[in-house]
C-alpha cells in the first residue's frame, strides 16, 4: 500500500492546478491519478482559443492552457499516475486505483482532492422519442472525433441545445466543411456565453432557433433527418408547428453533469441543484480531508475560475494537513430566491484562507437588471446591482472577511429582479 | 448440404440451434442482421417467467413452465448471470385481489411450484417503494431475470464452438422446396439444407409463405421501455407486475440482473414490423403505468429509452409444429411473452418434432457444453483483477468508466467465436456503452479498438452493422478546393468582435 499526503483525483484543469498549488503551499507527497493517457483532461481537444484571459492576461488555447500548468508541474515532485483508474475511494481515504503497469494499486492519503471534471447529458436523459440510429452523438464526444481522431462524424447536422460546446462545435463543423443547418433551444434564451453565440453561430450565419426542440429522430440505421417544433411556455411542443428538417447528423449539447461517482462512495453530502457535494469556504466536503473542486464541484463556464477554485482547494488541503482539523461548517451558505445555488454551502469564519471569500452562484432565469440581497439574521450584509444575468453566465461576489463575521446565523443570497413586479 | 437449416439468430433460433449442436449433424444459421440478438431479444423485459400467465393446455403455458425450470441450469453451464428473485402481481383493489386468485390458480394447474397470496403488510416490507395502496400480491418464488441478449449470445458462441455455422447479413429472399429438401437463397448465396427450422420472429409469417408452408400471421406490438441509472437499483428488489389485462401482463417496474431498474413496457399493435421507435405517447404512458406501482419515479435517473416488438400470431399462442404441407419444415412463430422463458422447452420441443419427421439425431461425442471463459472485470475482486492484469495488462485498461469495462473484455468480446464486429456488438457482449453516460466517453474508444482488432478503416466501423457508420469522413475531407478562404472574412470579423474580460469555455 502507497502512503501519500495528498491524492488528487483527475488531471485536467482542475487538477493540475490544484497540484500545482499544493507543491507550493510546501505539501509533500502529492500524486494526480489520471485516468486519460496523458494530462490537461477536457482541455486537451478544446483547441480553440479564449481560454486564460483571468488568470494569465492572455488568450490560449485549451492544450495552451494546460500546458502551462504540465510544464510548471515538472519540477515540483508531484508524482503522477497516467493511465490509471480510481475505481473506489472510502470516506477515511483509502483509494483503490487500477492500471496496466501495477495493477490494482492501493493509496491511502491524508487528503484527497477531488477533481474528475463532468460529463455530458445524453439524449436518454432528455426522452427524445425517435430511432436509435448511428450519428447522435453529444457535443464534446463529437469534439473528440474531430479534434483529436481527425475524423468527421457528421456531414449534414442539426444541434439541439445552445450549451457552449454546442456553439463551439457548431463553428468548428463548419469550418471543416460540414453544414450546420441551425441550433435548437428550447428555452427562451440561450444557454451558452453571449460570446459565444455572436461569434460562434452569428458570424457563420447558423440559425438559432429558440423555444425549439426534437421531438422525433428518424432513421432506423443512420439519422436521416429530426422533426422539430415550437415549444409553448411550459416547454411542451407545439405539434402544428413540426417541422422536418434533413440531416445525418443529430448533436446534443444539452448540458454538463459533475461525474460525482466516487464522491458518493465518501459518503459526503450533495447539493441537489449543482449535483455535485457541498463545500465550505476551503472545497472541503462533509467528509473530513476530502476536498472537491472544478466542474466535478459545480458546472463552470470559464476554465479560469475552475483554476482560482482549486487553488483554493490546495490551500484548504495544506491547511488541513498543517493543522489536521475538521470539516468546520460555521456559517451556513443559502440560496434564495432568483438563484439556482451558491458556493461555498458554508463559510468558518475562523479557517478563512484569506481576509475575503468568493461566492459563486447562477440565476434560475436570464434578468436585465437585478438587486442582490445578502441576508444573515441580523440584517443585510451587502447588497449590488447586477445587469445582464443569465443561468449560463456564473456571478461571482466578493465577500470581505469582516462581513461574513458580522452575519450571524446564515448568509442568505437574494436575486431580485428591478424593473418587474415581485 | 446441410442437415438443418435455422432462420433467425434469435432467442429461439440461437435456443435451438445448441440444442441441435449436441447431434452428430452439420447445422446453419441464416441471420439478416450483421449479429444474433438484434430484433426482439434485445429487447424485452428480460423476465424469465414463473407461468401463471398462460391459459392451461396452451404451448405458452407448457413452455413456460418447462423452460422456468431448465433456465438456470443452462445459464450456469453457459456462464450467464441469472438472478431468481422472485415476482410480484400487485393488485390495488378487491376486483384485482380476485385477479390473483385466477391467476394462483390458473398457474397451479400450470404446474407452477412456489406461488403464494401475500397480504399488504409483508408486501410492503418486501418492496417498500411499492404504492401503499396495493392490497395483495401474487409472489412467484420461481420466476427470475437474466440478460437476455448476453444469453442468446452465449447460445450462439456455444453453438459456434460446436460447430454451428453462422452466416450473417443473409436475409432469406427465397425458399426454393425440392425433392431431397430445400434451397434457400440469401444475398450471399444459396444455402441447400434437408430440413428449415423457421424461427424468423416477426417475419416469420413470411418465411412460412415463402416456403408454401401454412399460413398465419404475425402483428408487431410494440412495448416501450425507460431505463434507470444503477444509483436507483434498490428501487425494487423483484419484477414487479400490475394486475394483467387481456392485451398484456401490463406495466412492471424491474431489476435487471446487471444492476438497473426499468419501467415498461407498454403494448400497441402496429404495422411496420422495423419501427421501434420510441414516441412520446409512449413514454408518458409507462411513466404514469410505472407510477401505479411505485408512485416515486427517479425520473431524473432516466438513462435511455428504447422499444421492442413482440411477435404476435393470429393464433395469440406459440406456434411449434412441423408443416403438414411442406415436409421437412418447421414452424417455430408467434413466439411472444413468454417466449423468452420459453426458448429452453422450445429448442427441446423442435428436437422431438425432428425425431419424429424422420431425423436420425446422434449425440456426438465431443459436444463441450460450456463456452469460453467470460471474464466481467466489475464483478470480480481486486485479488482477481491483480491477478489477471499481470497475466494480461490490457486488463488493467478501463475503457467504460460508467461500467467499468477493460480494454481485455473488448478485445475479448471481438476475438470470441462469432464476435463483435460493430459498436452494438461490443455493447451488448461487455455493457461497454450501457451506463450512464450512454458512450459518450467510450464509443470513440471502442471503435479504436474495433478497427484495430478488424484492421480496418475507423470510418468503416458501424453502430449496428451496415448503413450505420459512425464517422462520414475524414479530417478536411469536406472542405471543397477553393473553399479554404471561404471564411476568412468571418474570422476577420471575430478577432475584431473580441472585446476581452471574459474567457472561453471548454
Known amino acids: 500500500m502507497l502512503c501519500k499526503d495528498l491524492v488528487i483525483i483527475g488531471g485536467g484543469p482542475a487538477g493540475l492546478a490544484a497540484a500545482l498549488e499544493a507543491a507550493e503551499q510546501g505539501v509533500k507527497d502529492v500524486m494526480i491519478v489520471e485516468r486519460d493517457s496523458g494530462l490537461g483532461g477536457i482541455l486537451q481537444q478544446c483547441i480553440h482559443n479564449g481560454f486564460g484571459l483571468h488568470v494569465f492576461k492572455e488568450e490560449l488555447t485549451g492544450p495552451e492552457y494546460a500546458q502551462k500548468f504540465i510544464d510548471k508541474l515538472e519540477n515540483t515532485g508531484v508524482e503522477v499516475l497516467l493511465d490509471t483508474m480510481v475505481i473506489e475511494i472510502t470516506p477515511d481515504k483509502r483509494i483503490f486505483a487500477v492500471n496496466s503497469r501495477i495493477g490494482v494499486l492501493e493509496i491511502q492519503s491524508k487528503a484527497v482532492i477531488l477533481a474528475m471534471g463532468c460529463r455530458e447529458r445524453t439524449r436518454g436523459a432528455l426522452n427524445i422519442p425517435g430511432f436509435r440510429p448511428a450519428g447522435i452523438f453529444t457535443a464534446g464526444t463529437a469534439q473528440r472525433y474531430v479534434n483529436i481522431e481527425g475524423y468527421m462524424p457528421g456531414k449534414e447536422i442539426v444541434i439541439l441545445g445552445s450549451g457552449d460546446i454546442g456553439l463551439i462545435m457548431a463553428r468548428r463543423f463548419t469550418l471543416e466543411g460540414a453544414k450546420v443547418k441551425c441550433v435548437l433551444e428550447i428555452m427562451p434564451y440561450s444557454n451558452g456565453l453571449t460570446r459565444n453565440v455572436v461569434q460562434c453561430l452569428e458570424d457563420y450565419g447558423i440559425p438559432l432557433r429558440l423555444s425549439h426542440t426534437v421531438i422525433d429522430i428518424h432513421g432506423k440505421k443512420r439519422v436521416e433527418g429530426v422533426t422539430v417544433a415550437k415549444v409553448d411556455e411550459n416547454l411542451k411542443p407545439i405539434l402544428s408547428t413540426a417541422e422536418f428538417i434533413p440531416c445525418d447528423t443529430l448533436l446534443l449539447s444539452v448540458g454538463l453533469i459533475p461525474e460525482n461517482e466516487l464522491t458518493k462512495m465518501t459518503g459526503a453530502d450533495f447539493d441537489a441543484s449543482t449535483q455535485g457535494p457541498m463545500v465550505n469556504q476551503r472545497m472541503e466536503t462533509s467528509c473530513e480531508g476530502i476536498f472537491a473542486c472544478g466542474n466535478v464541484l459545480h458546472v463552470h463556464d470559464l476554465v479560469d475560475f475552475v483554476t482560482m477554485e482549486a487553488r483554493l482547494a490546495a490551500r484548504g488541503a495544506a491547511q488541513y494537513l498543517k493543522e489536521k482539523d475538521g470539516s468546520c461548517r460555521g456559517t451556513k451558505v443559502i440560496a434564495g430566491e432568483g438563484l439556482r445555488y451558491v458556493l461555498p454551502h458554508a463559510v468558518c469564519v475562523e479557517k478563512m484562507l484569506d481576509e475575503k471569500l468568493n461566492f459563486f452562484m447562477r440565476s434560475t432565469r436570464p434578468m436585465n437588471k437585478a438587486k442582490l440581497v445578502i441576508e444573515s439574521e441580523n440584517g443585510i450584509v451587502k447588497t449590488k446591482m447586477l445587469s445582464y444575468l443569465k443561468p449560463s453566465e456564473m456571478i461571482n461576489i466578493e465577500l470581505k472577511k469582516s462581513e461574513i463575521e458580522k452575519a450571524e446565523g446564515h448568509l442568505k443570497f437574494i436575486l431580485q429582479e428591478e424593473g418587474v413586479l415581485q | 448440404m446441410y442437415d438443418v437449416v435455422v432462420i433467425g439468430g434469435g432467442v429461439t433460433g440461437c435456443m435451438i440451434a445448441r440444442e441441435l449442436s449436441r447431434y452428430d449433424i452439420r447445422v446453419i444459421l441464416l441471420e439478416k442482421e450483421e449479429d444474433v440478438a438484434c430484433g426482439t431479444s434485445k429487447a424485452n423485459s428480460a423476465v424469465i417467467h414463473a407461468g401463471f400467465d398462460a391459459k392451461p393446455g396452451t404451448w405458452k403455458a407448457k413452455m413456460n413452465v418447462r423452460g422456468n425450470a431448465l433456465f438456470p441450469g443452462i445459464c450456469a453451464e453457459l456462464d450467464v448471470p441469472y438472478k431468481n428473485n422472485g415476482s410480484l402481481v400487485v393488485a390495488v383493489d378487491e376486483g384485482e385481489i380476485k385477479v390473483l386468485d385466477k391467476l394462483m390458480n390458473q398457474g397451479k394447474e400450470n404446474g407452477v411450484p412456489g406461488l403464494k397470496i401475500i397480504g399488504h403488510d409483508e408486501l410492503m416490507k418486501m418492496e417498500p417503494n411499492l404504492n401503499p395502496a396495493a392490497k395483495a400480491a401474487l409472489y412467484a418464488s420461481t420466476a427470475g431475470i437474466v440478460c437476455p441478449y448476453e444469453f442468446t449470445v452465449a447460445l450462439a458462441e456455444n453453438a459456434a464452438q460446436n460447430d454451428v455455422e453462422f452466416r450473417f447479413n443473409s436475409p432469406v429472399m427465397e ?50 421501455y425507460l431505463i434507470f441509472d444503477k444509483n436507483f437499483g434498490h428501487l425494487v428488489k423483484r419484477v414487479i407486475f400490475p394486475t394483467p389485462s387481456e392485451k398484456s401482463k401490463g406495466i412492471l417496474v424491474c431489476p435487471t440482473v446487471d444492476g438497473n431498474v426499468f419501467i415498461g413496457p407498454n403494448s400497441n399493435d402496429i404495422k411496420d414490423k422495423t419501427d421501434v421507435g420510441v414516441t412520446r405517447e409512449g413514454i408518458e404512458e409507462i411513466i404514469e403505468g410505472g407510477k401505479k406501482l411505485v408512485p416515486h419515479l427517479p425520473l431524473s435517473g432516466v438513462i435511455t429509452s428504447f422499444a421492442g416488438l413482440r411477435a404476435v400470431s393470429n393464433t395469440n399462442d406459440f406456434i411449434i409444429e412441423a408443416s403438414r404441407k411442406v415436409k421437412g419444415f418447421v414452424n417455430v412463430g408467434g413466439i411472444q411473452s413468454p417466449g423468452l422463458t420459453s426458448a429452453p422447452a422450445i429448442a427441446e420441443t423442435v428436437i422431438e418434432i425432428l425425431k419424429e419427421e424422420g431425423m436420425d439425431l446422434i449425440e456426438k461425442p465431443g459436444f463441450v457444453p460450456t463456452r469460453p471463459r467470460k471474464y466481467r472485470f466489475r464483478e470480480m475482486d481486486n485479488a482477481m483483477r491483480q491477478k489477471l492484469i499481470e497475466e494480461n495488462p490490457a486488463f488493467g485498461h478501463v475503457i467504460c468508466r460508467c461500467e467499468t469495462v477493460t480494454e481485455a473484455e473488448i478485445v475479448d468480446a471481438i476475438k470470441r467465436p462469432l464476435g463483435a464486429k460493430s459498436l452494438d456488438g461490443v455493447k451488448r457482449r461487455t ?20 478497427a484495430r482488432e478488424l484492421k480496418l478503416d475507423p470510418r468503416q466501423i458501424t453502430k449496428c452493422g451496415p448503413g450505420s457508420e459512425i464517422l462520414k469522413g475524414g479530417y478536411k475531407e469536406f472542405i471543397a478546393e477553393g473553399d479554404e478562404n471561404k471564411f476568412l472574412n468571418a474570422q476577420d470579423v471575430e478577432s475584431l468582435s473580441w472585446k476581452g474580460g471574459e474567457a472561453s469555455v471548454m
Open chain 2, 431 to 450: 455493457r461497454a456503452g450501457m451506463g450512464r453516460c450512454q458512450g459518450g466517453f467510450c464509443s470513440s474508444r471502442v471503435l479504436s479498438i474495433l
Open chain 2, 175 to 224: 425458399i426454393m422446396v425440392q425433392n431431397d429438401g430445400f434451397i434457400i437463397k440469401t444475398p450471399h448465396g444459396a444455402v441447400k439444407a434437408r430440413f428449415v427450422i423457421n424461427a424468423a420472429g416477426l417475419f416469420s409469417d413470411e418465411i412460412s409463405k415463402m416456403a408454401g408452408a401454412e399460413e398465419y400471421t404475425i402483428t408487431p406490438r410494440k412495448g416501450e
